[in-house]
């Protein structure tokens, strides 16, 4: 049977371009019109230090990276014990690993019960023999890739013109050489064990290639963001850079902020002035912007933040994805502050989250928090594109005659909560905000049934964004016997092993909310209505997830099994198929 993926893993460090391979690798498969998905994983150093990635490459569409590798490259088996849990070889998989590496055989981290399935490669001196320097190892892995297990060579030498043919000098000559080099081993090496990893397909028109930070930058600025600030954070930095860079095309301003606080304090200052605005940051830093997301809360001023997941607490493993921000997201503020929380599940959902997040900002006039995570925000994956005609909405603003009659900038005799807001410089649109608490007009006040009132007006947006949005994925049968509850980017996994599951005769379904807060209730409840028994899985030690749940659904325990574990790896098909066992008696 012809294999339906190929599973790459490459380990190295700093300089050793590992990850520019991967990039070439997924850029490769986009050019033929395959589906690639790549991940990354890195250590918390600033500069140098372990690095690797894992691509896959299928004909057919993949939501998850990968449980193994089939072909696992190493520049220095010292390098991989930091990643041997992350990049775990099939028992049939091969392993490349330097020529020149003294590791004896005894102290390798990886057995293989295939014999001849690890490989000395030299990949650092066929480099200094191609092009007198050992810098282009990770060129002469790639054309070696390509020789033993067929990797497209047309696309990868495409893959290399693009990202060097701008270089000055030789660069782009020495990169061509590095891989031709490495072919040329490859092909000389090749066997029928290695050919039988080659993806056979027909090629097709070429897919974009796109990461889920950068999806949620072009996200807003479809949306019509033209306000950014933020600092600087793992993982949500490209959105940062992003942002620098294109803003300005748009029209827009961009400010890289001196801390987080000062980033959220302009974003609201913006939004004040009638511009959309928004900042991305990590869980650090989003949990300096608490009090401001109070303020957005209380002035009724739209804003947009999005919060790509890391573990924690503190400082955590800044590199790596965990989904233990959902309590802070949900319940982070002093008082009763209410605010809407999006979960993207994929990259092409990055975008949309953040189209939605814009408009029920916009249209409610509250913060939106989009919830992403570092498998998400640097995930890299190939798509067709993305669609450009996503309605987009704006903010409800004052007729000539409700400035004329005296403006009422907090007015409650609105069915959904939503007053009409005025933007500095419209004439008779003057009011006062403040943090206070506030009668119609803006002007403080402090009596019980005032904040009663203006508590009731400002919850009721949440009943009509629930009422209006229901953003829910669902997978597998309607007559399903086990049910699945998870969200955010464990929803591949579980997509997977659902599909599998029912292909093996079970019955499977997969809840993914995407509307975390205000949370769609009655879906949920239509949907474990048939089952017998629940999952629920969530990449967080304290079970965020079912516990939160918990507070508005009641989950019987002896017909619920709670999946959890620590962020820091992603879930795997292998963990979900493993917990459907389990479910069945």
Known sequence: MEPKDLVIGA?????????????????????????????QSYGPQIRGGESSCRVRVSPEPISSPGDYVDVLALFNWADYRMFQSELRVKPSGFVLFEADDPTPEADRPVRLPAPGHALPVPFAALSKEATSAPQGKNMVMLGVLSGLFGVDAGGLREGIRKKFGRKSGDVLEKNLKAFDAGLAYGEAHKTEETAALALRFEPRPPLMVLTGNEAAALGALHAGCRFYAGYPITPSSEILEFMGEQMP??????????????????????????????????????????????????????????????????????????????????????????????????????????????????????????????????????????????????????????????????????????????????????????????????????????????????????????DRYRFVRRYGPEDAEVGILTWGSCKGAVKEAVAAANASGKKVAAFVPQLLYPFPKRELQAFLKPVERFIVLELSYSAQFYKYLRTFLDLPEEQTRVHKRSGGAFLTVEEVAAAIEEAFP
């Open 249 to 466: 095309r748009f029209g827009g301003t961009f400010v890289q902020a001196e801390d987080e606080l000062a980033a959220i304090g302009m974003v609201l200052g913006a939004s004040y002035g009638g511009v959309k605005a928004m900042t991305a940051t990590s869980g650090p830093g989003f949990s300096l912007m608490t009090e401001m997301l109070g303020l957005a809360s209380i002035m009724e001023i739209p804003a947009v933040i999005v919060d790509v997941q890391r573990t924690g607490p503190s400082t955590g493993i800044p590199t790596k994805s965990e989904q233990s921000d959902l309590w802070q997201a949900v319940f982070g503020t002093h008082g009763d502050a209410p605010r809407v929380v999006l979960a993207p599940c994929d990259v092409e959902d990055c975008f949309h989250s953040l189209v939605d997040a814009f408009n029920i900002s916009e249209e409610y006039q509250l913060p939106v928090v989009v919830l992403s995570d570092q498998l998400l925000g640097q995930r890299k994956v190939t798509l067709p594109g993305l669609p450009l005609d996503r309605a987009v909405a704006g903010r409800r603003k004052p007729s000539a005659g409700e400035l004329a009659e005296g403006y009422r900038r907090y007015r409650m005799d609105v069915p959904d909560g939503v007053s009409p807001m005025s933007v500095p410089g419209d004439a008779g649109g003057v009011y006062q905000t403040t943090g206070l608490e506030h009668n119609e007009r803006g002007e403080p006040a402090s009596t019980f049934e005032l904040h009663e009132a203006m508590n009731e007006k400002r919850f009721r947006k949440l009943r009509a964004v629930r």
């Open 11 to 39: 380990v190295g460090r700093g300089g050793d371009g590992v990850v520019s391979s991967g990039d070439l690798l997924v850029a490769s498969a986009a050019s033929r019109g395959l589906y690639g998905y790549m991940v």
